[in-house]
């Protein structure tokens, strides 16, 4: 890890105390249990090797670590040749009552890991259906670098549920390879679900609408599609809002609780190959309190906890680790110093920073604050207290002099990520 690394971490983490979107693997602490079987068991198992599928729920209050586990999975899943989808689920913009919105998220947030051309360079993956047709194309380009190996090469592409999807996938990628920048942008605009003229429609044989009633046909289409250029599977992380299900009504609740059923329900078949479906929530009864069938149904479906000794459970519980608060907190702290040290180029006091260390610790995972949990508190006031200790060392001493002044400064970080915390609930519902 070199500066510029450290530094994008301790700013992430010390400003909201949420997970940077590269560079979790240098401060993951727990959740070897869980991305162990994951990788064993699927990524190289059952979704690499027999091309089936499956759907895990994972649980973790606000701040426990869902987003963090979700970017550790993503990172699992570009190292075994998977194509990755991460969506934020909000009642506005992408609702899971509303599949064609959440498909509209899905092609816009396709990632395949980009090359990295510098040890300095930050890794950005390529992202969304556009950079993704490119890239496609340059993997293959020099096997089709005449008009006729173009479609021979598109022709032997079959097996796609939706003709439609797969005929806008091939114009795409001719327009692209035949540097036809117009048509492209035009064949593009239908995979990302918006309207296209007839004449388009009819120029590459789409006669299929992106909408509710064809969106998660659409959604199988894709995953069949990446199964066919190449790729072990697609990896989906839905990550629901912090405070809540991203559905505004009972009735939405109940149709967007009958897609996830669907989705659960289509894992293990021929027509999803090699695609995983991570759906992260902070408390599982959100979903699961309400009487009627579908709420019967997926009791059924979500209630076995996912383990190295059941791999097959669906439960991903963050919160069961296998190690105390304290001790996570100490072994989390030490490797924040470390990252510090590298971002800021400079060298603790051994003992001091042990001592700060454990005294947050122990004072964190204390505390209760707008039900935030004890590991957001802990590292956002960690990073504020190496950052006092780096320009001033001596008001250091005073904090760790006194209990009350350690859990003055919990209590100060509490209260901000509660009002971030508000705002976030209040953009998500206006």
């Known amino acids: 890890m070199n500066t510029r690394q450290a530094l994008s971490i301790i700013n992430k983490l010390g400003s909201t105390g949420t997970p940077p979107e590269f560079g979790v693997e240098e401060f993951t602490i727990g959740l070897e249990k869980y991305l162990t079987v994951v990788d064993q068991e699927y990524l190289n198992g059952i979704l690499k090797n027999y091309h089936l599928s499956s759907f895990k729920l994972v649980i973790g209050n606000y701040g426990g670590g869902k987003t963090h586990f979700l970017y550790s999975v993503r990172n699992l899943a570009f ?50 259906i556009e950079g993704f047709i490119e890239h496609w194309y340059n993997t293959v380009k020099e096997k089709i670098d005449q008009v006729n190996a173009i479609n021979d090469y598109l022709n032997i592409l079959k097996g796609v549920e939706s003709i439609s999807f797969l005929n806008a996938v091939k114009a795409a990628f001719f327009n692209y390879a035949t540097d036809n920048q117009e048509e492209f942008q035009s064949v593009v605009q239908y995979l990302k679900g918006e309207e296209i003229s007839k004449d388009v429609r009819a120029r590459y044989r789409i006669s ?10 659409m959604i199988r289409s894709l995953i069949q599609w990446m199964h066919l250029i190449g790729y072990n599977g697609v990896i989906f992380l839905f990550d629901e809002a912090e405070r809540g299900v991203s559905m505004s009504s009972s009735k939405d609740k109940r149709r967007a609780l009958d897609n996830l059923r669907q989705i659960i329900d289509e894992c293990g078949n021929s027509r999803l190959p090699g695609a995983m479906f991570f759906y ?79 005294h947050l610790a122990d004072e964190s995972a204390k505390a209760f604050a707008y039900d935030i949990s004890y590991r957001r508190l802990f590292v956002v006031s960690l990073i504020e207290s190496l950052q006092r200790l780096r320009n001033d060392p001596d008001s250091i001493k005073s904090l760790l002099s006194s209990s009350k002044e350690v859990q003055k400064v919990i209590k100060t970080t509490g209260k901000k990520l509660e009002t971030k915390a508000k705002q976030e609930v209040t953009e998500a519902e206006f």
Request: hydrophobic share 40%; proline share 6%; charged share 25%.
């Open 208 to 217: 299929e609408r992106i909408d509710k009633s064809t969106a998660f046909r």
């Open 280 to 358: 992260a929530i902070p408390d599982d009864n959100l979903l699961l309190e309400g009487s009627g069938g579908v709420y019967e149904a997926l009791k059924q479906r979500l209630r076995s906890a996912f383990s190295q000794i059941n791999p097959v459970g669906v439960k991903i519980n963050l919160e069961e680790l296998g190690i105390t608060p304290e001790d996570f907190l100490v072994r989390l702290g030490e490797k924040l110093v470390a990252i510090f040290e590298t971002a800021y180029s400079i060298k603790f006091d051994a003992e001091l920073s042990k001592q700060l260390i454990n």
């Open 79 to 128: 190292k075994n040749g998977y194509v990755v989808v991460y969506v934020a689920l909000n009642p506005t913009e992408c609702p899971f009552d509303k599949l064609e919105l959440v498909y509209k998220q899905i092609v816009n947030n396709l990632q395949v890991p980009a090359p990295i051309t510098s040890d300095d360079e930050l890794p950005v993956p390529i992202t969304g």
